[in-house]
């Protein structure tokens, strides 16, 4: 059973905006370390892009295949 002390906490309820300075940190901190990942990511994923979209122009081949034989076959 939680104490009336933790209760108290839990009803408490901070204003999101009641510090704009702190508001404005931490928009600009998650907009930097956004910025840093997806540049990492690019640079992770730029070697092996060419079998990326080769995989992906594959699958939608074999989906279209699939689709077209599935429409033959129902036609009669």
Do not use: C, H, Y
């Not at 910025?35 to 990492?40: D, R």
Request: aromatic residues 10%.
């Amino acid at each position: 059973m939680p104490d009336t002390k933790d209760l108290n906490l839990m009803n408490e309820k901070k204003d999101p905006v009641s510090n704009p300075l702190q508001w404005l940190w931490r928009g600009s901190l998650i907009l930097f370390a956004t910025s840093i990942l997806l540049n990492v990511a690019v640079t992770f994923l730029r070697p092996i892009m060419p079998w990326l979209i080769g995989g992906v122009i594959l699958g939608i081949v074999l989906w279209v295949a699939v689709l077209i034989i599935q429409w033959r076959r129902s036609r009669w």
